[in-house]
Protein backbone atom coordinates (compact mmCIF):
# COMPACT_ATOMS: atom_id res chain seq x y z
CA UNK A 1 0.00 0.00 0.00
CA UNK A 2 1.04 3.75 -0.59
CA UNK A 3 2.93 4.96 2.50
CA UNK A 4 1.82 8.32 2.98
CA UNK A 5 3.86 10.61 5.74
CA UNK A 6 3.06 14.06 7.01
CA UNK A 7 5.92 15.58 5.09
CA UNK A 8 4.65 14.05 1.89
CA UNK A 9 1.30 15.58 2.36
CA UNK A 10 2.45 19.16 3.73
CA UNK A 11 5.35 19.21 0.74
CA UNK A 12 1.68 18.28 -1.99
CA UNK A 13 -0.28 21.12 -0.06
CA UNK A 14 2.83 23.85 -0.87
CA UNK A 15 3.07 22.59 -4.14
CA UNK A 16 -0.92 23.32 -4.60
CA UNK A 17 -0.79 26.65 -2.94
CA UNK A 18 2.54 28.30 -2.75
CA UNK A 19 2.54 28.54 1.10
CA UNK A 20 2.82 25.82 4.38
CA UNK A 21 -0.51 25.16 5.72
CA UNK A 22 -1.09 25.68 9.19
CA UNK A 23 -3.16 22.45 10.19
CA UNK A 24 -3.17 18.61 9.27
CA UNK A 25 -5.81 16.21 10.14
CA UNK A 26 -5.99 13.02 9.40
CA UNK A 27 -8.71 10.48 9.76
CA UNK A 28 -8.87 6.41 8.96
CA UNK A 29 -10.82 4.44 6.81
CA UNK A 30 -11.52 0.72 8.93
CA UNK A 31 -12.40 -2.70 8.54
CA UNK A 32 -15.02 -4.40 9.87
CA UNK A 33 -14.53 -6.88 12.10
CA UNK A 34 -18.28 -8.18 12.35
CA UNK A 35 -21.63 -6.49 12.68
CA UNK A 36 -22.87 -6.33 8.64
CA UNK A 37 -26.08 -4.24 7.27
CA UNK A 38 -26.46 -4.17 11.43
CA UNK A 39 -25.50 -0.58 12.01
CA UNK A 40 -28.75 1.33 10.22
CA UNK A 41 -31.01 -1.23 11.57
CA UNK A 42 -29.86 0.07 15.04
CA UNK A 43 -27.85 -3.06 16.03
CA UNK A 44 -24.11 -3.30 17.20
CA UNK A 45 -21.09 -3.68 15.03
CA UNK A 46 -17.36 -4.41 15.37
CA UNK A 47 -14.95 -2.38 13.49
CA UNK A 48 -12.02 -1.27 13.80
CA UNK A 49 -9.62 1.87 12.30
CA UNK A 50 -6.80 0.79 10.26
CA UNK A 51 -3.82 2.56 9.72
CA UNK A 52 -4.63 4.14 6.29
CA UNK A 53 -6.39 7.03 6.28
CA UNK A 54 -6.75 10.65 4.50
CA UNK A 55 -4.62 13.58 5.19
CA UNK A 56 -5.95 16.95 4.64
CA UNK A 57 -3.58 19.93 4.70
CA UNK A 58 -5.20 23.06 5.48
CA UNK A 59 -4.83 27.09 6.27
CA UNK A 60 -7.42 29.56 6.74
CA UNK A 61 -8.19 32.12 3.82
CA UNK A 62 -5.43 34.74 3.66
CA UNK A 63 -8.00 37.20 2.08
CA UNK A 64 -11.20 38.68 2.72
CA UNK A 65 -14.60 39.76 1.71
CA UNK A 66 -15.35 37.09 -0.89
CA UNK A 67 -12.46 35.29 -0.40
CA UNK A 68 -13.07 34.31 2.93
CA UNK A 69 -16.19 32.92 2.16
CA UNK A 70 -14.86 30.29 -0.03
CA UNK A 71 -12.86 27.00 0.39
CA UNK A 72 -10.48 26.27 -1.94
CA UNK A 73 -9.85 22.42 -2.27
CA UNK A 74 -7.30 20.52 -4.04
CA UNK A 75 -7.46 16.34 -4.45
CA UNK A 76 -4.06 15.45 -5.07
CA UNK A 77 -5.52 11.82 -5.92
CA UNK A 78 -7.37 13.12 -8.70
CA UNK A 79 -5.33 14.60 -10.69
CA UNK A 80 -5.24 17.20 -8.50
CA UNK A 81 -8.14 18.86 -9.39
CA UNK A 82 -9.26 21.96 -7.79
CA UNK A 83 -12.53 23.30 -6.67
CA UNK A 84 -14.20 25.82 -4.88
CA UNK A 85 -17.10 25.99 -2.54
CA UNK A 86 -19.34 28.97 -1.53
CA UNK A 87 -19.71 28.91 2.02
CA UNK A 88 -23.03 30.51 1.47
CA UNK A 89 -24.30 29.05 -1.76
CA UNK A 90 -27.15 26.24 -1.75
CA UNK A 91 -25.00 22.96 -2.73
CA UNK A 92 -25.52 21.37 -6.38
CA UNK A 93 -24.06 18.06 -7.33
CA UNK A 94 -20.81 18.27 -9.10
CA UNK A 95 -20.75 15.52 -11.98
CA UNK A 96 -17.30 16.99 -13.19
CA UNK A 97 -15.73 16.17 -9.52
CA UNK A 98 -18.36 14.07 -7.69
CA UNK A 99 -15.48 13.91 -4.66
CA UNK A 100 -16.62 17.57 -4.25
CA UNK A 101 -19.92 16.39 -3.25
CA UNK A 102 -18.31 14.90 0.08
CA UNK A 103 -17.68 18.64 0.82
CA UNK A 104 -20.78 20.20 -0.13
CA UNK A 105 -22.77 17.74 2.26
CA UNK A 106 -20.60 18.14 4.80
CA UNK A 107 -20.61 22.27 4.65
CA UNK A 108 -24.37 22.08 4.36
CA UNK A 109 -25.16 19.69 7.05
CA UNK A 110 -22.56 22.31 9.22
CA UNK A 111 -24.37 25.32 8.52
CA UNK A 112 -27.57 23.79 9.15
CA UNK A 113 -25.86 22.89 12.92
CA UNK A 114 -25.09 26.25 13.44
CA UNK A 115 -21.29 25.95 13.07
CA UNK A 116 -19.71 29.08 11.79
CA UNK A 117 -17.68 28.21 8.77
CA UNK A 118 -14.48 30.19 7.36
CA UNK A 119 -13.10 29.66 4.22
CA UNK A 120 -9.54 28.54 3.40
CA UNK A 121 -7.65 26.55 1.66
CA UNK A 122 -7.49 22.48 1.84
CA UNK A 123 -5.28 19.78 0.09
CA UNK A 124 -6.87 16.75 0.31
CA UNK A 125 -4.72 13.39 -0.69
CA UNK A 126 -5.21 9.62 1.32
CA UNK A 127 -3.91 5.72 1.33
CA UNK A 128 -7.43 3.81 1.76
CA UNK A 129 -7.94 1.80 -1.16
CA UNK A 130 -10.67 3.46 -3.19
CA UNK A 131 -14.04 0.91 -3.44
CA UNK A 132 -12.38 -1.73 -1.21
CA UNK A 133 -15.19 -1.52 1.38
CA UNK A 134 -12.76 0.15 3.98
CA UNK A 135 -14.32 2.98 3.93
CA UNK A 136 -12.57 5.89 2.24
CA UNK A 137 -15.58 8.33 2.34
CA UNK A 138 -16.18 8.02 6.04
CA UNK A 139 -12.54 8.95 6.56
CA UNK A 140 -12.72 11.53 3.80
CA UNK A 141 -16.11 13.14 5.42
CA UNK A 142 -14.47 12.76 9.04
CA UNK A 143 -11.06 14.72 7.95
CA UNK A 144 -12.78 17.30 6.22
CA UNK A 145 -15.04 17.73 9.12
CA UNK A 146 -12.18 18.03 11.97
CA UNK A 147 -10.26 20.25 9.57
CA UNK A 148 -13.41 22.92 8.65
CA UNK A 149 -13.95 23.34 12.42
CA UNK A 150 -10.45 23.65 13.17
CA UNK A 151 -9.95 26.65 10.98
CA UNK A 152 -13.04 28.00 12.58
CA UNK A 153 -11.76 27.74 15.76
CA UNK A 154 -15.09 25.38 16.49
CA UNK A 155 -15.29 22.32 18.55
CA UNK A 156 -17.21 19.27 18.00
CA UNK A 157 -18.04 16.01 19.46
CA UNK A 158 -16.80 12.62 18.11
CA UNK A 159 -20.44 11.47 18.03
CA UNK A 160 -22.14 14.62 15.99
CA UNK A 161 -19.16 14.25 13.83
CA UNK A 162 -20.29 10.74 12.79
CA UNK A 163 -23.41 12.10 12.61
CA UNK A 164 -22.37 15.11 10.04
CA UNK A 165 -20.81 12.51 7.77
CA UNK A 166 -23.46 10.50 8.12
CA UNK A 167 -26.53 12.83 7.39
CA UNK A 168 -23.75 14.48 4.19
CA UNK A 169 -23.89 10.99 2.89
CA UNK A 170 -27.47 10.63 3.26
CA UNK A 171 -28.44 13.62 2.13
CA UNK A 172 -26.63 14.62 -0.40
CA UNK A 173 -24.58 12.14 -1.92
CA UNK A 174 -27.33 9.76 -1.86
CA UNK A 175 -26.32 6.91 -0.10
CA UNK A 176 -28.78 5.71 2.90
CA UNK A 177 -25.52 4.36 4.76
CA UNK A 178 -25.28 4.10 8.98
CA UNK A 179 -23.26 5.49 11.40
CA UNK A 180 -20.75 2.82 11.60
CA UNK A 181 -18.17 4.13 9.38
CA UNK A 182 -17.99 7.90 10.26
CA UNK A 183 -18.03 6.62 14.25
CA UNK A 184 -14.72 4.59 14.16
CA UNK A 185 -13.13 7.09 12.05
CA UNK A 186 -13.93 9.74 14.48
CA UNK A 187 -13.29 7.31 17.74
CA UNK A 188 -11.35 4.24 16.86
CA UNK A 189 -8.79 3.13 18.95
CA UNK A 190 -4.97 1.99 19.10
CA UNK A 191 -5.17 -1.99 19.27
CA UNK A 192 -8.52 -2.04 19.67
CA UNK A 193 -12.10 -2.51 17.97
CA UNK A 194 -14.70 -0.51 18.91
CA UNK A 195 -18.38 -2.19 19.91
CA UNK A 196 -20.75 0.54 18.90
CA UNK A 197 -24.22 0.11 20.23
CA UNK A 198 -26.18 1.83 16.95
CA UNK A 199 -29.37 2.31 19.10
CA UNK A 200 -27.78 4.81 21.38
CA UNK A 201 -24.18 5.59 19.88
CA UNK A 202 -22.22 3.83 23.01
CA UNK A 203 -19.50 2.30 22.11
CA UNK A 204 -16.79 0.43 23.89
CA UNK A 205 -13.56 -0.37 22.59
CA UNK A 206 -12.55 -3.78 22.87
CA UNK A 207 -8.79 -4.58 23.10
CA UNK A 208 -7.26 -7.03 20.16
CA UNK A 209 -5.21 -9.85 22.21
CA UNK A 210 -1.47 -8.96 21.85
CA UNK A 211 -0.54 -11.66 20.46
CA UNK A 212 -3.96 -11.39 17.31
CA UNK A 213 -3.98 -9.38 14.38
CA UNK A 214 -5.67 -8.34 11.59
CA UNK A 215 -5.29 -9.13 7.71
CA UNK A 216 -7.14 -7.57 4.70
CA UNK A 217 -7.33 -8.84 1.38
CA UNK A 218 -8.66 -6.96 -1.54
CA UNK A 219 -10.59 -9.53 -3.52
CA UNK A 220 -10.18 -7.87 -6.83
CA UNK A 221 -13.77 -7.83 -7.48
CA UNK A 222 -15.06 -4.41 -8.94
CA UNK A 223 -18.11 -3.45 -6.42
CA UNK A 224 -20.33 -3.45 -8.93
CA UNK A 225 -24.33 -1.24 -8.03
CA UNK A 226 -23.38 -0.90 -5.01
CA UNK A 227 -25.82 2.04 -4.19
CA UNK A 228 -29.00 0.67 -5.22
CA UNK A 229 -27.84 -2.68 -3.74
CA UNK A 230 -27.02 -1.04 -0.54
CA UNK A 231 -30.27 1.03 -0.45
CA UNK A 232 -32.49 -1.73 -1.26
CA UNK A 233 -31.36 -4.04 1.38
CA UNK A 234 -32.06 -0.88 3.56
CA UNK A 235 -35.74 -0.90 2.36
CA UNK A 236 -36.49 -4.44 2.72
CA UNK A 237 -35.31 -4.15 6.51
CA UNK A 238 -37.25 -1.29 7.62
CA UNK A 239 -40.47 -3.32 5.54
CA UNK A 240 -40.12 -5.89 8.14
CA UNK A 241 -39.60 -3.74 10.84
CA UNK A 242 -42.47 -2.11 9.74
CA UNK A 243 -44.42 -5.29 9.76
CA UNK A 244 -43.90 -5.80 12.92
CA UNK A 245 -45.13 -1.91 14.28
CA UNK A 246 -41.60 -1.59 15.19
CA UNK A 247 -39.48 1.69 14.72
CA UNK A 248 -36.02 -0.61 13.71
CA UNK A 249 -34.96 -4.17 13.31
CA UNK A 250 -33.19 -3.75 16.82
CA UNK A 251 -37.08 -3.84 18.44
CA UNK A 252 -37.71 -6.98 17.14
CA UNK A 253 -36.86 -10.09 18.98
CA UNK A 254 -35.51 -13.83 16.87
CA UNK A 255 -38.15 -15.42 18.17
CA UNK A 256 -40.59 -13.54 16.73
CA UNK A 257 -39.50 -13.51 13.52
CA UNK A 258 -39.27 -17.00 13.09
CA UNK A 259 -43.04 -17.53 14.09
CA UNK A 260 -43.52 -14.96 11.55
CA UNK A 261 -41.80 -16.59 8.55
CA UNK A 262 -45.16 -17.59 6.76
CA UNK A 263 -46.43 -14.16 7.29
CA UNK A 264 -43.57 -12.36 5.39
CA UNK A 265 -41.83 -12.55 1.97
CA UNK A 266 -39.36 -15.23 2.12
CA UNK A 267 -36.71 -12.44 0.90
CA UNK A 268 -37.52 -10.17 3.57
CA UNK A 269 -37.69 -12.83 6.12
CA UNK A 270 -33.94 -14.10 5.41
CA UNK A 271 -32.88 -10.03 5.48
CA UNK A 272 -34.09 -9.76 8.78
CA UNK A 273 -32.84 -12.92 10.40
CA UNK A 274 -29.44 -12.07 9.01
CA UNK A 275 -29.73 -8.45 10.84
CA UNK A 276 -31.55 -10.34 14.23
CA UNK A 277 -28.58 -13.20 14.24
CA UNK A 278 -25.62 -10.90 13.51
CA UNK A 279 -26.28 -8.68 16.14
CA UNK A 280 -26.20 -11.59 18.63
CA UNK A 281 -23.00 -12.58 16.90
CA UNK A 282 -21.32 -9.18 17.18
CA UNK A 283 -21.70 -9.45 20.56
CA UNK A 284 -20.44 -12.82 20.87
CA UNK A 285 -17.35 -11.91 18.95
CA UNK A 286 -16.94 -8.77 21.22
CA UNK A 287 -16.62 -10.92 24.30
CA UNK A 288 -14.72 -13.39 22.76
CA UNK A 289 -12.15 -10.61 21.55
CA UNK A 290 -11.56 -9.39 24.57
CA UNK A 291 -10.84 -12.90 26.54
CA UNK A 292 -8.97 -14.27 23.55
CA UNK A 293 -11.48 -17.10 22.65
CA UNK A 294 -9.65 -18.20 19.16
CA UNK A 295 -12.59 -20.69 18.37
CA UNK A 296 -15.85 -18.68 19.14
CA UNK A 297 -14.09 -16.10 16.60
CA UNK A 298 -13.82 -18.47 14.18
CA UNK A 299 -16.86 -19.83 14.31
CA UNK A 300 -19.16 -16.57 14.57
CA UNK A 301 -17.42 -14.95 11.78
CA UNK A 302 -17.74 -18.01 9.93
CA UNK A 303 -21.56 -17.92 10.84
CA UNK A 304 -21.34 -14.39 9.39
CA UNK A 305 -20.04 -15.22 6.23
CA UNK A 306 -22.45 -17.98 5.55
CA UNK A 307 -25.63 -15.70 6.70
CA UNK A 308 -24.12 -13.07 4.27
CA UNK A 309 -24.36 -15.51 1.70
CA UNK A 310 -27.40 -17.02 2.40
CA UNK A 311 -29.54 -14.33 4.04
CA UNK A 312 -28.19 -11.33 3.16
CA UNK A 313 -27.06 -12.20 -0.20
CA UNK A 314 -24.24 -9.90 -0.67
CA UNK A 315 -21.01 -12.06 -1.09
CA UNK A 316 -19.67 -12.88 -4.58
CA UNK A 317 -18.87 -16.65 -6.07
CA UNK A 318 -15.33 -14.93 -5.75
CA UNK A 319 -15.71 -13.52 -2.10
CA UNK A 320 -17.09 -16.96 -0.84
CA UNK A 321 -13.74 -18.58 -2.78
CA UNK A 322 -11.50 -16.05 -1.13
CA UNK A 323 -13.04 -16.66 2.43
CA UNK A 324 -12.94 -20.48 1.83
CA UNK A 325 -9.21 -20.87 1.32
CA UNK A 326 -8.51 -18.26 4.04
CA UNK A 327 -10.53 -20.38 6.45
CA UNK A 328 -8.96 -23.67 5.01
CA UNK A 329 -5.61 -22.05 5.43
CA UNK A 330 -6.63 -20.60 9.20
CA UNK A 331 -6.73 -24.14 10.60
CA UNK A 332 -8.63 -22.94 13.73
CA UNK A 333 -6.41 -20.05 14.61
CA UNK A 334 -8.32 -16.92 12.51
CA UNK A 335 -11.57 -15.70 12.00
CA UNK A 336 -12.77 -15.03 8.36
CA UNK A 337 -15.61 -13.25 6.39
CA UNK A 338 -15.91 -10.42 4.39
CA UNK A 339 -16.17 -7.41 5.67
CA UNK A 340 -18.34 -4.02 4.19
CA UNK A 341 -21.08 -3.35 2.42
CA UNK A 342 -20.40 -6.94 0.53
CA UNK A 343 -20.76 -6.88 -3.60
CA UNK A 344 -17.64 -7.09 -4.08
CA UNK A 345 -14.47 -5.56 -1.55
CA UNK A 346 -12.12 -7.12 1.08
CA UNK A 347 -11.95 -10.34 3.44
CA UNK A 348 -10.65 -10.11 6.95
CA UNK A 349 -9.15 -12.30 9.24
CA UNK A 350 -8.87 -11.76 12.79
CA UNK A 351 -6.54 -14.05 14.69
CA UNK A 352 -3.35 -15.32 15.57
CA UNK A 353 -0.63 -13.20 13.92
CA UNK A 354 1.35 -15.90 13.47
CA UNK A 355 -0.81 -17.98 10.93
CA UNK A 356 -1.64 -14.77 9.48
CA UNK A 357 1.09 -14.93 6.78
CA UNK A 358 0.16 -18.59 5.83
CA UNK A 359 -3.11 -17.38 5.02
CA UNK A 360 -1.44 -14.64 2.35
CA UNK A 361 0.62 -17.05 1.21
CA UNK A 362 -2.41 -19.83 0.58
CA UNK A 363 -4.45 -16.65 -1.37
CA UNK A 364 -1.43 -15.97 -3.17
CA UNK A 365 -0.75 -19.51 -4.42
CA UNK A 366 -4.55 -20.41 -5.11
CA UNK A 367 -7.15 -17.38 -5.40
CA UNK A 368 -6.31 -15.96 -8.95
CA UNK A 369 -6.25 -19.11 -10.60
CA UNK A 370 -9.57 -20.37 -8.98
CA UNK A 371 -11.29 -17.72 -9.98
CA UNK A 372 -9.40 -15.00 -12.24
CA UNK A 373 -9.24 -12.18 -10.17
CA UNK A 374 -5.94 -10.39 -8.83
CA UNK A 375 -6.05 -10.21 -4.77
CA UNK A 376 -4.19 -7.58 -3.01
CA UNK A 377 -2.80 -8.24 0.81
CA UNK A 378 -3.63 -5.62 3.09
CA UNK A 379 -1.77 -5.77 6.16
CA UNK A 380 -3.78 -3.58 8.86
CA UNK A 381 -3.22 -2.32 12.18
CA UNK A 382 -6.17 -1.35 14.66
CA UNK A 383 -5.34 2.30 14.47
CA UNK A 384 -6.15 5.39 16.66
CA UNK A 385 -9.78 7.65 15.42
CA UNK A 386 -8.92 10.95 13.79
CA UNK A 387 -6.86 13.92 14.87
CA UNK A 388 -5.48 17.23 14.35
CA UNK A 389 -2.12 18.27 14.63
CA UNK A 390 0.17 21.48 13.65
CA UNK A 391 2.41 21.11 10.58
CA UNK A 392 5.90 19.65 11.17
CA UNK A 393 8.50 22.85 11.47
CA UNK A 394 10.24 23.04 7.91
CA UNK A 395 13.69 21.46 9.36
CA UNK A 396 11.35 18.57 11.06
CA UNK A 397 9.74 17.92 7.60
CA UNK A 398 13.40 17.90 5.32
CA UNK A 399 14.79 15.54 8.48
CA UNK A 400 11.57 13.09 7.25
CA UNK A 401 11.84 13.25 3.98
C1 LIG B 1 -21.22 0.45 4.41
C2 LIG B 1 -22.03 1.51 5.14
F1 LIG B 1 -21.49 2.74 4.91
C3 LIG B 1 -22.09 1.22 6.63
O1 LIG B 1 -22.92 2.15 7.28
C4 LIG B 1 -22.58 -0.21 6.90
O2 LIG B 1 -23.95 -0.31 6.71
C5 LIG B 1 -21.81 -1.20 6.04
O3 LIG B 1 -21.78 -0.84 4.67
C6 LIG B 1 -22.39 -2.59 6.13
O4 LIG B 1 -22.23 -3.09 7.40
O5 LIG B 1 -19.89 0.49 4.82
Redesign the pocket.
Known amino acids: MNALTQADVQAHFQAAFGHVPEILVQAPG?V?VI??????NLGF?LPAAINYGTWIACSGSTGSGVASRQLTVVAQDFSAQRVTVDLDAEPVRDTAAPWADYVRGVVQQLRRRNFNLTGGELLVTGNVPSGA?L?S??SFEIALIRALLALSGEQIDPADAARVG?AA?NEFVG?A??????LVSALGQKNSALLIDCANLHTTPVRMPDDWGILIVHSGVRRGLVESA?NQR?QECEAVAKHFAAYSLRDVALPDLLAAEAQLDATAFRRARHVLTENARTLVAADAMKQGELAVIQRVMGESHASMRTDFDITTPAIDQLVSIMQDAAHGQAGVRMT???FGGCVVALGRQSVLPTLARAVEQQYQTLTGCTPTIIPALPSDGAFVQPPLTVTAALAHS
Open positions: RNGEHTDYVGSSAQEICGIMDQYRGGG
